[in-house]
């Protein structure tokens, strides 16, 4: 054996591996401590020598103790000679692998004492068996895994680059196990010593998926990212001093919260007291947008309460055992008095520098008033948005229906569940009482609009009604229709307000629904309370009520409304892993049934899903552009959503769609019909003339006129319309939306805002949506560029398809068509030399490759390298990189590749 690989391996890998293990108490040290560490059924089921082992483990122990170092060596080389023994009578069997960890530690030790060739060959052997322990002993094998893969990689004399790439598979064939944690340490900790800042972003992103609210998580990486601003969802179980409990983060999903921790010491009471101060002069701004919560660090019996009362705030103020030394301090905290901003998606920022920090009036003291005006201007703060998340937490979308009222015989929570139609007698809830509770429920996008006093207003209404009715008939077979409605109100009033009170009689009222008993599919709402019940349990095995409210709700078979509703016990929680699993499964399936039309809606809008785990921060002039750049790219919709509507056309007629749908694209831009505002804050809705006419100039220089553009009005007429956009002209035909925007489409699409912004659609030719831009959007500030570049982004895919299938004639025409080779030598019809065309990446992209299939390596090459270098200052711009920079350097060096072996 080498012995230069076996010294790298021994002085390099091996003391990187150990120290990091044991800074990360990964390492399986000390066995009888810490039970053999088996961690399934199956492996405890084994024949697994466990006394044995830790008689073994205590001499391996005790043979630090030998006088010298010669003696220790003996007492380890024992313990490995009666380890190799035990081994030898364990044959095939699962026990074998705790004897191997424990040979493995023991050479280990004895390579520490003695570096000898030998001893690391042996090393290495026990290693090769040890591998091979299945999953239940993922604990036992893996650091012999990492040692094995590093030490070939140091016998091929591999660099840093090629290093941290192994540690991808390596993390991959641990993520599936109950070590998933501690890997994505370990390999985080690797990746910096490497240096490699792309794996270090993914493995983020790994931790953000499957253990974003992990104390420990979260305290390794402040430890070890410091200079790095990085967002984690704010989570914990708090005492208030009345004995009820604050869980989070489902108790602030759905409104922005400021938490104050604070002590006694160190200036906490300046900060209470000005905050406090400027709370009360912003409360009318503030309620129902954003919540103040007070955190006292100082163990007092009352967690400030006499303190905060005494300052004039109705905050609510919780305990936080031990003080500063709680996890929660050190995940979170670290130095106070410190304000902690959680978004309504429950994420916070976690910064490391700075903690209160605040703007300072003219005599030098902070100014808490603009602090809170600043807040108040974030994205995460803004009405509707805070609006239209409070009522999805809610679960006002499981009991309205997007179509439009109530059929007492079919109530939304029957269409949802796919059942058929109800019975109805005379002893059944009267129809215009139903109906007067259902009309009391505001739905969207009205709810989104309406302020916090309006909002709270309707749903107490809801509630006065469905009590009303449930005094009057209490022994109505359709009673849950009533007791559903009851529940989702109070959750309003809960989200709405703050008040865990009204949670408590929504959870009381779901018990008494439960015990009633439901028609098949329709207990949804109830069983959402329950589990919030179940969920508030600080010991509670929130993966295991998750998997039963879905298990219990059909499993495999399992509605979308319950999917939903199991979607939003994973936001409560924090466990996004989930989440991401029951959205892909309600964007696969379930997005034609209309009573998921909201949800789905609010799962593909762009907006919502990049604030849905976005950090809170936004200082810093890279982040807007990276908002910008997230929500603008060209990628198309996951889901297969159709869209099946009629609408006005100019001359009377009208346009069915699908059925009149005769382009490739049909691009339709929604708009209030004018007048449009002319200057800022006129209150009028803005015009859509800039963003017409830009994707109309668009749609005019495609090759084939394979994309159309409307403009659909909420209301008027044609001609109406069509006189706002003044003596310029409309840029493309109108249509009108019959009932504005009690139009189903709305629901369908979900359309928001739509009384003030612009929404916008992109449809195939068969009438399915390839892309949504709501009103939260806003277009993203640069008119159309989002549709332009989903389209664009098709062509590149098509072109791709085309060279796949070994189509290059075609694949040629058609890139060459929308991106035709510039000649630098021509002129315009003055002689003067016509500017360079600036392609779009996607199409530059697809002509490298078309360039390339064709050998014409010069042409791919300078494509290639226009495009890396025009995506390099995109990334530059943000401060990131991109995988779409990946993977043009990829193609870059594929070309130059190609272009060198062709010249050999």
Known sequence: MDARWIRTCAETMMRTIFKTFRSLSLGVMGVAALGLMVPSAAAQDAAVPKEAVAELDKALEAAKEGSSEARQRLAVRRVIRDAEKLLGEQGESPGRFPVLELIFRAQQRLIALDDDAEHRKALLATCAELVKAPEEFAELRLEADLLMSQAELAKQGADNETRAEALRPFVDRYLETPVAAKVLRLAMVMALELGDSKLVADLQTMIEERFAGDLEMISFQRDKLGGQVFGAPFTGTFKRPDGKSLRFPMDALGRSTMLVFWSKEDGGE????????????????????????SVNLDGLPDAGESIVRGLGADWQVLHLPDGRENPIYDAYVRVDPRILTISPTGQTALIMSGTTRQKRTSDGDPDYGRMFGSSLARSWTQPRYVAHLSSLMAGDFLVLDPEGGIDPTRPPELKGAGAGPLSRTGACVPEETLRAIQGSLVAPPVRYRLSHADARSAYAKAVQLCRKAIAVHPNAPDLWIVRNRL?????????????????????AEAKVALEAGYPSGCDTVARLCAAREALRDPDADTGAILDKFVADGGGEAATGPVLAAASLLALDVADRKRFEDYRTIILKDHTENPMMWTYAAFLLDRYHDYWLFQVPFTAGWSYGRR?????????????????????RTEDGGTLRIPEDLD??????????????????????PPSPDRLLRQLAEFAAARPNEDLKVYHAAFGGDAESVKAGFGDKGAPSPVLIVPDGPDNPLVQRLGILSEDDQINSVLLNKDGRVIVMLSGLAKQSGKGPATLINVVEAADEAAVGDLLENGNLDAAKSRIL???PPFDPTAVDDRGRPLKAPKYSLYHLRARARVYMALEEFDKALADA???????????????????????????????REKMHRASE
């Not at 694209?665 to 800022?680: D, H, L, M, V």
């Open 270 to 293: 300046d900060l209470i007291k000005g905050l406090a101060a400027a709370a009360k002069e912003n409360k009318d701004s503030l309620t129902g947008r954003l919540e103040l919560i």
């Open 487 to 507: 529940m989702v109100a109070l959750l309003g009033l809960w989200k709405s307000d703050a008040d865990l009170g009204k949670l408590e009689e929504a959870i």
């Open 627 to 647: 908002e910008n750049y997230f929500q603008t790219i060209g990628d198309p919709e996951e889901a297969r959503r159709m869209v099946k509507t009629e609408l």
């Open 663 to 684: 382009s490739d694209w049909t691009a339709i831009i929604f708009s209030q019909p004018g007048p449009w505002n002319s200057k800022r804050d006129d209150g009028l």
């Open 817 to 819: 068509a929308l991106a």
């Open 865 to 895: 390298e226009e495009v890396v270098q025009r995506q390099l200052g995109t990334d530059g711009g943000m401060s990131l990189r991109t995988d779409e920079l990946d993977d043009s350097e990829a193609l870059r060096d594929t070309i």
